[in-house]
């Protein structure tokens, strides 16, 4: 079974930056993607930012030269560095990883972007 535990999300200014982190524990397979999503109040739950296990790299068109995603596959985390908040970007931010087939989230931390 697999884990996944987010960090790092809190209150931000516009124009700010903060760094999110997801650590996955449990049966990690060698070949996976590990992705963020995010959801805000009233609206669907959206993908960010995906990476696999080669660091291959995408972006939702909204965060593309502002955020950027990476990985420690000897840690099995991922983060999301993310620069340049606008409050369009205030929502919960999730991890989602997916091997083999299935996929299981994390339980989400919370992004605000306000002053």
């Known amino acids: 079974q697999v884990q996944l535990v987010e960090s790092g999300g809190g209150l931000v200014q516009p124009g700010g930056s903060l760094r999110l982190s997801c650590a996955a524990s449990?049966?990690?397979?060698?070949?996976?993607?590990m992705g963020w999503y995010r959801q805000a109040p009233g609206k669907e739950r959206e993908l960010v930012a995906t990476i696999d296990q080669n660091g291959f790299a995408a972006y939702a068109g909204s965060v593309k030269g502002r955020f950027t995603i990476s990985r420690d596959n000897a840690r099995n985390t991922v983060y999301l560095q993310l620069n340049s908040l606008k409050p369009e970007d205030t929502a919960v931010y999730y991890c989602?990883?997916?091997?083999?087939?299935?996929?299981?989230w994390g339980r989400g931390t919370q992004v605000t972007v306000s002053s």
């Open positions: 989602k990883l997916t091997q083999t087939s299935q996929s299981q």
């Open positions: 449990g049966t990690i397979f060698a070949i996976n993607v």
